[in-house]
């Protein structure tokens, strides 16, 4: 079978990964990998056995599908240009800085029947894999996402930098349309804001309460999901999975008819399979896992809090 010619755009902190992953696939020729830091990118080509571009448009004709890791302002300039080229694109996120951008974007890939995957990594978490079968209509939902100060992508606010993970994770879980959202945050070492938290509230009932920080002491990723029978924690750092579901056959323990269960999970290799997936969508013309829509509805809710948070920042200055 004929290889999928593949290549990277933007080989930074992330972007490297892309190549090096796609440099490993059997059914991946990894055609070359472009960033505007000519030294970066051919450091990075000698490291995968590919070619070094500075340009984007060197691909043009060259390639079937490209990862897109550049910075966000710059997404959907780039983006554009591939689609209109009739190339798939894997777009890390946020997909564009406006709703605006990611319409147009969605609007040119349907016209075309091109492939828009956007880059939510945790998607493809095996902790939240192993959730699907257990959590169906959670009422009620909370996430912490604590990160210790890196410096690294504080040209952007924590709520696209973190937060918007969360976001896309509970959007997929609780599938229902929002219905209000609160939300607060200040900026502490950064020009941006670096710890928010925000209140979703859905039209099927459900809430959510989501805190996003990158000046924590520690790392520390948990969410907890409640629904009528069942309540489930997982612990991401732990790497265990806590599930509480309703059961007639437990009289005793420690919630009388309630079976606990703790599991350990591995990490896992969550963006090759995010690779792979994106390959697959590809070359099968399938719609793949996380959709240029799943990117543009987290995008909007994210940009809600930001403005918010912006407001509420204003008033006291």
């Given at each position: ?60 004709g060259n ?32 997909i564009t ?158 919630i009388p ?61």
């Open positions: 079978m004929k290889k999928l010619r593949v290549g990277v755009i933007g080989v930074g902190y992330l972007g490297q990964f892309h190549a090096e992953k796609y440099a490993r696939m059997n059914d991946v020729d990894l055609v070359g990998v472009v960033d505007i830091d000519k030294n970066r990118a051919e450091t990075v080509a000698e490291k995968v056995n590919t070619k070094a571009y500075i340009d984007h448009k060197a691909l043009f390639v079937d599908a490209v990862s897109i890791a550049v910075p966000t302002p710059v997404h959907f300039v780039i983006a554009k240009d591939f689609l209109l080229n009739n190339i798939d694109i894997l777009i890390e996120k946020p800085e406006t709703t605006e951008e990611a319409d147009e974007l969605i609007h040119l890939a349907e016209s075309r029947d091109l492939v828009i995957q956007v880059g939510h990594l945790e998607r493809f978490n095996p902790a939240i894999v192993a959730l699907k079968d257990i959590v169906k209509t959670p009422m009620f939902i909370e996430s912490h996402r604590l990160s210790i100060f890196q410096g690294r992508c504080t040209d952007v606010s924590v709520v696209l930098d973190l937060m918007i993970h969360d976001i896309d994770l509970i959007l997929n879980f609780v599938r229902s349309e929002i219905s209000a959202v609160y939300a607060s945050g200040v900026p502490v070492v950064s020009e941006h804001v670096d710890i928010a938290n925000a209140r979703l509230e859905f039209e099927s009932g459900c809430v959510a309460n989501v805190t996003a920080s990158r000046i924590s002491t520690k790392n520390e990723r948990k969410i907890r999901l409640f629904q009528r029978d069942a309540y489930v924690s997982v612990d991401f750092s732990k790497k265990e999975i806590t599930a509480i579901q309703l059961d007639g056959n437990v009289d005793c323990g420690l008819g309630m079976d606990i269960k703790q599991v350990s999970f591995e990490t896992g290799d969550a963006l090759e399979n995010e690779l792979k997936s994106f390959v697959n969508a590809v070359i099968h013309r399938e719609a793949p896992v996380v959709t240029a829509q799943m990117g543009r509805d987290a995008l909007e809710i994210a940009l809600n809090i930001m403005g918010q948070i912006k407001e509420g920042v204003r008033k006291f200055l």
